[in-house]
């Protein structure tokens, strides 16, 4: 179970994006959420920003989070592979969200790849 000082600190140091039109939801993964933490544990984050220049959105938030960039891993949800966005929507919390509904219909499409991947990938590791 994730601890809530570690969901307060990312709702803190992530505050800036929650107005932004641009961005669909935030959400914890890994470590925080599996459990497993070490001292040395970075922040898994996962920012969700459809149809948006994923560039664009990774410039702000470096430039907004400058001083604590250093203990978050950040990601933004379109460029990962398709295990590590298996990961998020099957595991992830989320954290900033505008619209919970929303952003799960939104997942729709990825998730019907990710459960047919899965399914054939039972197959090829026996």
């Known amino acids: 179970m994730v601890e809530q000082p570690v969901i307060e600190q990312v709702k803190a140091d992530f505050g800036f994006l929650a107005d932004d039109p641009r961005i669909s939801g935030i959400m914890l993964f890994g470590s925080h959420v599996h459990g497993g933490t070490t001292s040395r544990s970075d922040i898994d984050i996962c920012i969700i920003a459809p149809g948006r220049d994923p560039g664009e ?3 702000k938030v470096l430039r907004d989070l400058e001083q604590h960039n250093d203990q978050y891993d950040i990601w933004i949800f379109e460029e990962l592979p398709l295990h590590m966005q298996g990961e998020i929507m099957e595991h992830g919390i ?15 499409r990825y998730r019907k790849i990710w459960q047919d991947v899965k399914f054939r990938m039972q197959f090829c590791t026996g």
Do not use: H, M, R, W
Not at 94 to 108: G, M, N, Q, S, V
């Open 57 to 59: 959105i990774f410039q």
């Open 94 to 108: 989320p954290i900033i969200c505008k619209d919970e509904p929303a952003l799960y219909e939104y997942f729709y």
